[in-house]
């Protein structure tokens, strides 16, 4: 038998569960490991300057592919309780990564040593697994678990807490024998998909609402399948946005009080039977339970049980992964097609393709200083489909998600349920080391960009090239935008003049200074026709100087952008001018139907 350190065994597990890439922080506490990653190689490691930048940077590397499980790690203390929030913001959302922290030594752990801190218990909460690992034969078994864990059911992150001593120490352990353990998954039955399709199938006006479930089974072909077989419009979630192209005939728009389409929420609302498959029913996506479900009926399919009936009782619900249900949906159509048993929906797939060409929001305005909307309309003029964009949380993801445009899954790479500002930075490195072929746009706001900014210096020291499209108005746009109700303008306003830069006027941080200090290239704009041309010139710094280039946007100070104020999908309030001519809408997915 190999005799080698628990460290050693830890890092050639890795790589046979099929990690080739982590981001970390090393410290005294961890360098164990550290030695036993270089000593093994074959796992490429990118240095973060924060830890929880690196616990972003692996949930992006992870959101990236199916099967990738981006990997994070970090010395004790510290490290751990500053990854705490990539653990929420991924097990929010479902994405599998490893964590990974160093500890100190198992006999003092108890006694207050230095940055000794029980981060298995803080992280419970947040993980499938969290667990201190006392025993150093017991290393190879809790990787092995964490892995099967991280891919079985729901996926989601594992913490994995290494004492000091527990790395240094030698086990036996044969690496060329070692196998993952098979995952588990539940499935749907043949008579509950028949019992499903019955119900679709007896509706008048059905909806598919296809969350991020479905992206994450790898099962975006079958639901294409399914959706075109049975002529049922189709509703992503934010999660979900790209498993249909927006420009698809079947693809009827994203619903909800804010991230959402006229067109979406209006479609939605005349329909009378809802499938929902690998979606959770988010809040911001409902909205007032009572409007949302009233007139349909609905069947909701989940790979966790204990989602199905969480947030309301649908009619219906399957416990099953999205994958094994769209395969014995997809069967039961066809039979269902060949014998002539399926139902003609032309005519209300139609009919929301036709509010899809007349209920549309304006974003071709020429002021300056610049409105958002006319950069995303820009944005769409620049960036092609393969496009991965990446965004967290604030009216510029809002307008983002109501204005830009995206035709395949994993094209829209969002934290949805923790939203944490700071995200966006490491989330798109993590996005443009699992995929250095892409073209990886990132999206933020100041106060977003400003958190985690010292990331950017990973991109320009490792040479990872990305385009960052900031929309600085100075301001926390979203948070003054929510003190309306409170009628107050209260402690969000970013404004300062800068004595180093007056040419800024009040917008306060030079984040084009910042960007070249950090390594970076950065270009501003302040007239909406430079745009294009500046976006354009990003895409070629970008590629010959191989890092992150900032493109900000100086914006309007106060953009009220469309979002319910009642909780209510029926009462979304348009703060700017609609699209009364086709001009006002340049690149919509339809050309505006007057």
């Not at 950069?375 to 998600?401: D, H």
């Not at 499209?469 to 109700?485: K, P, W």
């Not at 200074?513 to 294009?532: F, M, Q, S, W, Y």
Request: charged share 20%; with cysteine; glycine share 8%.
């Amino acid at each position: 038998m190999a005799r080698m350190t628990a460290a050693r065994a830890a890092v050639e597990i890795l790589k046979r569960e099929g990690v080739s890439n982590a981001f970390g922080v090393p410290g005294a506490a961890i360098n164990p490991f550290y030695a036993a990653l270089k000593a093994s190689g074959g796992i490429h490691h990118t240095l973060a300057r924060h830890v929880e930048g690196a616990s972003h940077m692996a949930e992006g590397y992870t959101r990236t592919h199916p099967g990738n499980i981006g990997v994070c790690i970090g010395t004790s203390g510290p490290a751990g309780t500053d990854m705490i929030t990539g653990l929420y913001s991924a097990i929010g959302d479902s994405i599998p990564i490893l964590c990974i922290t160093g500890q100190a030594p198992t006999a003092v752990i108890h006694k207050e040593d230095f940055q000794a801190v029980d981060i298995a218990s803080i992280a419970k909460p947040v993980t499938k697994m969290a667990v201190t690992v006392l025993e150093a034969a017991q290393v190879p078994g809790v990787f092995q678990q964490a892995f099967h864990l991280m891919r079985s059911g729901r996926p989601g992150p594992v913490l994995i807490d290494l004492p000091i001593d527990v790395q240094l120490t030698e086990i036996e352990f044969d690496p060329e024998t070692y196998a993952p353990l098979p995952v588990y998954k539940p499935a749907a039955t043949r008579a509950q998909i028949e019992k499903a399709i019955g119900m679709l199938n007896a509706s008048e006006r059905p909806l598919i609402v296809a969350g991020g479930g479905v992206i994450n089974a790898d099962a975006v072909e079958l639901l294409v399948e399914f959706a075109e077989l049975t002529g049922t419009p189709v509703v992503p979630t934010l999660m979900g946005w790209g498993l249909l192209p927006d420009d698809h005939e079947l693809n009827a728009g994203m619903v909800g009080l804010q991230t959402s389409h006229r067109y979406g929420n209006a479609t939605f609302l005349e329909s009378d039977f809802v499938l929902g498959i690998g979606n959770r029913w988010a809040n911001r996506h409902t909205g007032k339970l009572d409007v949302y479900t009233a007139g349909r009926k609905f069947v909701h399919v989940d790979v966790e049980p204990t989602q199905i009936g969480k947030i309301f009782a649908p009619d219906y619900g399957i416990a099953s992964d999205a994958k094994a249900a769209l395969e014995l949906f997809v069967e039961v159509a066809r039979e269902l097609k060949a014998a002539g048993k399926l139902p003609d929906r032309s005519a209300w797939a139609a009919s929301a393709q036709e509010r899809k060409a007349t209920l549309q929001r304006r974003t071709h305005f020429d002021d300056i200083p610049i409105k958002p909307q006319r950069v995303y309309e820009e944005m769409n003029k620049a960036f092609g489909p393969e496009t991965r964009y990446v965004s967290t949380i604030g009216l510029s993801q809002i307008a983002g998600a109501q204005m830009l445009h995206v035709f395949k899954p994993r094209h829209w790479i969002n934290c949805g349920q923790a939203g944490p500002l700071g995200w966006t930075i490491p989330a798109a490195l993590g996005v443009a080391k699992a995929d250095p072929e892409a073209q990886v746009v990132a999206l933020s706001g100041d106060y977003d960009f400003q958190f985690m900014i010292e990331e950017l210096a990973v991109g320009a020291q490792h040479k990872i090239p990305y385009v960052h499209v900031l929309v600085n108005n100075s301001y926390l746009g979203l948070i003054r935008q929510a003190q309306r109700a409170f009628d107050i303008d209260f402690q969000v306003k970013l404004e300062f003049e800068n004595v180093n830069s007056p040419e800024l006027g009040v917008y306060g941080v030079d984040h084009v200074k910042v960007a070249e200090g950090l390594g970076c290239k950065a270009i501003r704009v302040t007239d909406p026709n430079e745009l294009g041309a500046a976006f354009e010139q990003a895409k070629k710094l970008a590629q010959e100087y191989q890092v992150p280039v900032v493109v900000e946007a100086i914006l309007e100070r106060v953009t009220n952008i469309s979002m319910s104020t009642t909780n209510d999908i029926s009462n979304v309030v348009e703060f700017e001018e609609l699209a009364t001519e086709p001009g006002h809408a340049p690149t919509s997915i339809k050309t505006l139907k007057v």
